[in-house]
C-alpha cells in the first residue's frame, strides 16, 4: 500500500533464530530522507526518542527501540503472560525483500501450494491437537 500512495517501501522478515516459529512482517519505508520501520498489524511506526524514523538496522543494532514503541502501543506487550521475550529480540536476525508493485508483470507470483509441514500445522491448529498443544515436527530437539 505504501508503494501505491507513492512510498519507496519494502518488506522485512524478522526473526529471532533462538526459537521455533519465531518472526514478524514489518514493513520499511522511506520518506523524510530516511528508512523507518513501520509495523502495520500493530499500526506502529518506529522512531528515535527525538521523534527521527529508526530504519531497520538501527532497530536490529538496538532492540530497546522496538521494546520502547511497542510498550507505548501495548504496555503490558513486556508481561511474561503476553509474550515469553520482549517483541525486539526479533529483529536478532533481518531480511529485506525488494518488491516492487510496479514491476509485477514481469514477475511469476505463482505459489507452489502448501507444504507438509503447515498441511499438519493446519490441520491440528483447529484444536485437534491430541494432547494439547505440542510441537508437531521435533523442533524442540533443535
Known amino acids: ?8 517501501s519494502r518488506i522485512i522478515v524478522t526473526v529471532n533464530t533462538n526459537f521455533a ?13 530516511k528508512w523507518c520501520v513501520t509495523d502495520p498489524n500493530a499500526g506502529v511506526i518506529f522512531r528515535h526518542e527525538d521523534g527521527t524514523p529508526a530504519s531497520v538496522w538501527e532497530v536490529h543494532s538496538d532492540y530497546e527501540i522496538a521494546n520502547r514503541i511497542y510498550r507505548i502501543n501495548d504496555p503490558n506487550c513486556m508481561e511474561g503472560n503476553s509474550i515469553f521475550f520482549p517483541p525486539g529480540e526479533q529483529f536478532e536476525s533481518v ?5 516492487y508493485v510496479g514491476d509485477m508483470k514481469k514477475y511469476n507470483y505463482e ?9 499438519k500445522t493446519l490441520k491440528n491448529a483447529n484444536g485437534k491437537w491430541t494432547e494439547g498443544l505440542k510441537w508437531v515436527h521435533g523442533e524442540e530437539l533443535l
Do not use: L
Open 1 to 8: 500500500m505504501f508503494q501505491i500512495a507513492g512510498f519507496p
Open 111 to 119: 505459489t507452489s501450494g502448501t507444504n507438509e509441514f503447515y498441511k
Open 95 to 99: 531480511g529485506i525483500v525488494n518488491y
Open 21 to 33: 516459529y519465531c518472526g514478524h512482517i514489518v514493513t520499511e519505508v522511506y520518506y523524510d530522507g
